[in-house]
């Protein structure tokens, strides 16, 4: 089995939702990913998030009634990062299998990393029977300059510029 190749285009860190739904609509863009930081009431330590929104993007997704993000207290957000999949690989734009299967493989990649306690996805904290390469770029907030400046336990900083999974069973990589 072969690895598919993605290579995802990240930019933050942004503080409050309303700034990644005005970014999405002056980019034209459609933020398939996200990652969220912050505290959570009556939480000491971050709690991270990471979720999908293939047709409207994570600009609209953020404001559903029913979002994750509600579980973060008042100006609990410490960052949000909106990701593209950018690979010329992919015809047009990414399919539904492959942002979910992105998703997937962050989550599990932070679980695997902070565990399951901080980390308020409840689904996909296994890794996929899939293989995938995944190239992550951070760049500022509405910019194509590279973002230098990696702060500790930020998102950027703890999934790796390149992350590999290789699906093994039995002893044999597929």
């Known amino acids: 089995m072969s690895a598919r190749i993605y290579n995802i285009h990240w930019h933050g860190p942004f503080k409050k939702k309303e700034d990644v739904k005005l970014i999405?609509?002056?980019?034209?863009?459609?933020?398939?990913l996200y990652l969220l930081k912050g505290k959570i009431p009556y939480a000491m330590?971050?709690?991270?998030?990471?979720?999908?929104?293939?047709?409207?993007?994570?600009?609209?997704?953020?404001?559903?009634?029913?979002?994750?993000?509600?579980?973060?207290?008042?100006?609990?957000?410490?960052?949000?990062w909106v990701g593209y999949i950018s690979n010329?690989?992919?015809?047009?734009?990414?399919?539904?299998?492959?942002?979910?299967?992105?998703?997937?493989?962050?989550?599990?990649?932070?679980?695997?990393?902070?565990g399951k306690d901080y980390i308020l996805n409840k689904e996909k904290l296994d890794f996929p029977k899939e293989n995938a390469f995944i190239i992550n770029q951070w760049f500022k907030r509405n910019s194509d300059i590279l973002y230098q400046r990696l702060r500790e336990g930020s998102p950027s900083k703890i999934v790796p510029d390149v992350l590999l999974h290789l699906y093994k069973e039995d002893d044999n990589i597929h």
């Not at 979002?67 to 960052?79: K, L, S």
């Open 88 to 114: 010329p690989e992919l015809k047009l734009q990414p399919t539904r299998h492959d942002v979910l299967l992105v998703e997937n493989i962050l989550i599990a990649y932070l679980n695997s990393i902070i």
């Open 24 to 32: 999405q609509q002056e980019n034209g863009l459609i933020y398939e």
């Open 45 to 80: 330590k971050s709690h991270y998030y990471c979720g999908q929104s293939i047709t409207r993007g994570a600009g609209e997704r953020l404001f559903d009634g029913n979002h994750h993000i509600r579980e973060y207290r008042d100006n609990g957000i410490e960052e949000i």
